[in-house]
């Protein structure tokens, strides 16, 4: 055990963008972050080094979300390494985009293998450890196209439906083990994800804001972190769209 001072949040997809801002939120709250991302990179240490500024543990763990037996061996590791696991963000992600028609079969199962199925191994493993201690907050990222829809992300938009599914399902199953189970869906968010979205796409994207702005990742952040804290214990099985008004 190298860093046995409490609960850990886990964040997957917190090297960078809404996951880091999340995993920022958390500790400063005083909650110790596990960051899970697929690569080591300067992004990811960058993150390490401003969650560690902020006073609490922080440790970085390489896994591709989408492979269960990778999850097993990290979700053990974050386990021993720390006292238990209080909280799990599934937030890493992928987009695929393309009509139909042209969407090659690999790339619909790409999105859904990493952002579907990637939630549910991460709730597979962390349960156990929450159900054990009878408490403990997973919030899902899914989207507004989860809920809305979208042309040219039918395979994103079934993963993130997909997402809402789960999040009800756990947050009956898990209820009476005092774990709540909750998704927030973001809408536009300037990340690298949608950077390298065409200016046309964008344009037309802000239109359909009635708040008049893109996302920032921190909005999202305040959504998950009040979700994770104990003022948000008598809610679960919701899906919280943070969206400048977008889905409604
Ligand atoms: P991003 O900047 O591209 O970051 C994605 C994160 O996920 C990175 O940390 C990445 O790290 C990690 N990741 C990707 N594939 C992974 C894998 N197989 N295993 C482990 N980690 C993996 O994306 P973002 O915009 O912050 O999005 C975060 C979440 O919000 C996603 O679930 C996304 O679908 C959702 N969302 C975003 C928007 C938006 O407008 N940006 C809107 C709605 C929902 P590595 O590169 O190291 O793998």
Do not use: W
Request: charged share 20%.
């Amino acid at each position: 055990m190298i860093e046995a001072n409490g609960d850990v949040a886990v964040v997957t997809g917190g090297s960078r963008g809404i996951g880091k801002s999340i995993a920022v939120k958390l500790a400063s709250a005083g909650h110790n972050i596990a960051v899970v991302c697929s690569k080591a990179d300067e992004s990811l240490d960058g993150t390490v080094a401003e969650i560690k500024a902020l006073g609490v543990s922080c440790r970085a763990y390489i896994c591709d979300v989408s492979d269960f037996n990778q999850v097993k061996d990290t979700v053990k590791n974050i386990a021993s390494d720390f006292e238990s696991i209080g909280i799990l963000v599934n937030n890493a992600g992928i987009t695929r985009d393309g009509l139909v028609l042209r969407m090659k079969p690999e790339d619909f199962d790409a999105v859904i293998a990493v952002n579907l199925k990637g939630t549910f191994n991460f709730i597979h493993e962390v349960f156990p450890y929450m159900m054990k201690k009878r408490t403990g907050r997973i919030v899902n990222i899914s989207s507004v196209v989860g809920v809305m829809g979208n042309a040219g992300q039918a395979n994103y938009s079934a993963s993130k439906a997909g997402i809402i599914g789960v999040t009800k399902s756990c947050a009956r199953e898990f209820a009476s083990r005092g774990v709540t189970v909750n998704a927030v869906a973001p809408g536009y968010v300037e990340t690298a994800m949608t950077a390298v979205l065409p200016d046309k796409i964008k344009e037309q994207m802000l239109t359909a804001i009635p708040l008049g702005r893109y996302g920032r990742p921190e909005d999202i952040a305040n959504a998950v972190g009040f979700l994770c804290s104990e003022q948000a214990s008598y809610i679960t099985g919701q899906v919280l769209c943070v969206d400048g008004g977008m889905c409604m």
